[in-house]
């Protein structure tokens, strides 16, 4: 991301609606993993900290960022507990090779659609996957809800639920869950990158907190899909949600084909 983008999230991530309702959501799904505990836990992408509070309750994290200014900030946060939290300034997935340790859980939100080669980075990091760990991952759907907003992150693609589940089949990791999410507000998204698209004008909803009432009331409806996708999976999104793991080691081995006897 660009270096305005990185602060621009650091003076938000606490407050704004998307970045407290999404946090909130993470959290069920992570809970519903049941990992073991004091899981190790490997965060591709940590950016400036926002998930690292939220990923040390449930072990001790490796966070790796390619920005020295944005582990600066997300060392500086309330929230960074040296002791359960580990910060190295890594590419992925050019780095990954230095890395000897295996995770129980693997963590990319809103990370893979920044990388070039996305396939070799899911194969690399399942390499990295202790026997029944799990990947987690999170990212921004849909090519035609390509906008500003995704030029100014750096965003490589976005991704159809279709891509995704391929990308990972192809890395060799087994998709368990896939879900679109921020739904409810879907349509107000689209309507916001329609005006975008008119207007040429990028929207600075994202870099911004919202007015308390608003910003209230955005949390909450986004919040409550944490409830809906504990009951179901939801078949549209502004994102993507997938849980993966790696594909088991013993196959069945296949029926031999029956022969038959010319007549």
């Not at 893979?112 to 080669?117: K, N, Q, T, V, Y």
């Not at 690399?124 to 030029?151: C, E, F």
């Not at 005006?195 to 919040?223: C, D, I, Y």
Request: one cysteine or more; glycine letters at 4%; hydrophobic letters at 40%.
């Amino acid at each position: 991301m660009s270096p305005s983008a990185y602060s621009e999230m650091a003076q938000v991530q606490d407050r704004h609606w998307w970045f407290v309702a999404r946090r909130k959501i993470l959290h069920s799904e992570l809970v519903r993993l049941n990992l073991p505990a004091d899981a190790s836990i490997l965060e591709v992408g940590s950016g400036t900290g926002a998930n690292l509070g939220l990923l040390s309750e449930f072990g001790h994290v490796t966070a790796l960022e390619m920005s020295a200014n944005a582990i600066a900030l997300s060392r500086v946060r309330s929230d960074f507990d040296a002791s359960r939290i580990v910060t190295q300034q890594k590419r992925c997935p050019d780095d990954l090779d230095s890395l000897t340790q295996q995770f129980d859980l693997i963590c990319l939100f809103d990370v893979l659609e920044h990388i070039e080669d996305d396939e070799l980075s899911l194969s690399r990091l399942k390499t990295l996957l202790k026997p029944g760990g799990t990947l987690m991952l999170t990212v921004p759907a849909y090519s035609w809800m390509w906008g500003p907003h995704d030029i100014h992150l750096h965003h490589k693609r976005r991704y159809s639920k279709t891509r995704l589940l391929a990308d990972c089949a192809r890395a060799g990791l087994s998709v368990q869950r896939a879900s679109y999410f921020n739904t409810l507000l879907f349509p107000l998204a689209v309507v916001a990158r329609l005006f975008e698209r008119m207007t040429g004008k990028q929207s600075n909803a994202a870099s911004r907190v919202p007015q308390r009432l608003v910003n209230a009331f955005l949390t909450s409806v986004f919040s409550f899909e944490g409830i809906l996708l504990s009951r179901m999976t939801l078949p549209f999104g502004l994102s993507l949600l997938a849980t993966t793991q790696t594909q088991p080691l013993n196959r069945p081995a296949p029926h031999p084909a029956r022969e038959t006897t010319p007549l």
